[in-house]
């Protein structure tokens, strides 16, 4: 079975720093590109990040909301991808999703149950 | 970014009505476009892709069409699972965008 679990979350200061990690297993995640979209309280999704697979070119992207703030990476050798969140802001509130957001079918959309980031002083 | 701009907000049908929901892109998206469905507490689901191809495991009173900036979701005959937010999403360029959601519930 497929499974994308997710870990990390909490309440943090605005300013602070944050780690959401994401374990994979039940497909190959080392060809997969990999997405963070979160999704604040009562609100719409947002793609945030994105990591292609190493073979495509292992490059990274960011929505500008985050760009500058967020990095993700991946450690295609224990099937992790991660999203350090620095400079935190109260926007940056919401429930992260790791997810492969394969939105061009073929069974192979995944996700996980979300994390939750709270960005409160 | 592209925008996508989705209506009705919220949709009160009965069981076995038809329901019709519309997306909007600010451009041209081909047929880069996806429908997801999320209940409450749960991760989104693809339903529709390449804005007409039904995923695997969907039930055929999903369908989706449209071309270019304008696309709709259909089901043929609501049923009481159905309830749900349902959001339209475009790939065609990063970042993947969605559309507001629609609420859709039972009347």
């Known amino acids: 079975d497929v499974q994308l679990v997710e870990s990390g979350g909490g309440l943090v200061r605005p300013g602070g720093s944050l780690r959401l990690s994401c374990a994979a297993s039940g497909f190959t995640f080392s060809t997969a590109w990999m997405s963070w979209v979160r999704q604040a309280p009562g609100k719409g999704l947002e793609h945030v990040a994105r990591i292609k697979s190493k073979n495509d070119g292992g490059t990274a992207d960011y929505a500008a909301p985050v760009n500058g703030r967020f990095t993700i990476s991946r450690d295609d050798s224990r099937n992790m991808l991660h999203l350090q969140m620095n400079s935190l802001k109260s926007e940056d509130t919401a429930l992260y999703y790791c997810?492969?957001?394969?939105?061009?079918?073929?069974?192979?959309?995944?996700w996980g149950q979300g994390n939750l980031v709270t960005v409160s002083s | 970014d592209i925008q996508m701009t989705q209506s009705p907000s919220t949709l009160s049908a009965s069981v076995g009505d038809r329901v019709t929901i519309t997306c909007r892109a600010s451009?041209?998206?081909?047929?880069?476009l996806a429908w997801y469905q999320q209940k409450p507490g749960k991760a989104p689901k693809l339903l529709i892709y390449r804005a007409s191809s039904l995923e695997s495991g969907v039930p055929s009173r999903f369908s989706g069409s449209g071309s270019g900036t304008e696309f709709t979701l259909t089901i043929s005959s609501q049923q009481p699972d159905d309830s749900a937010t349902y959001y339209c999403?475009?790939?065609?360029?990063?970042?993947?965008?969605f559309g507001q959601g629609t609420k859709l519930e039972i009347k």
């Open positions: 997810t492969t957001l394969c939105s061009g079918g073929g069974q192979c959309d995944f």
């Open positions: 999403q475009q790939y065609n360029n990063f970042p993947y965008t």
């Open positions: 451009q041209s998206i081909s047929s880069w």
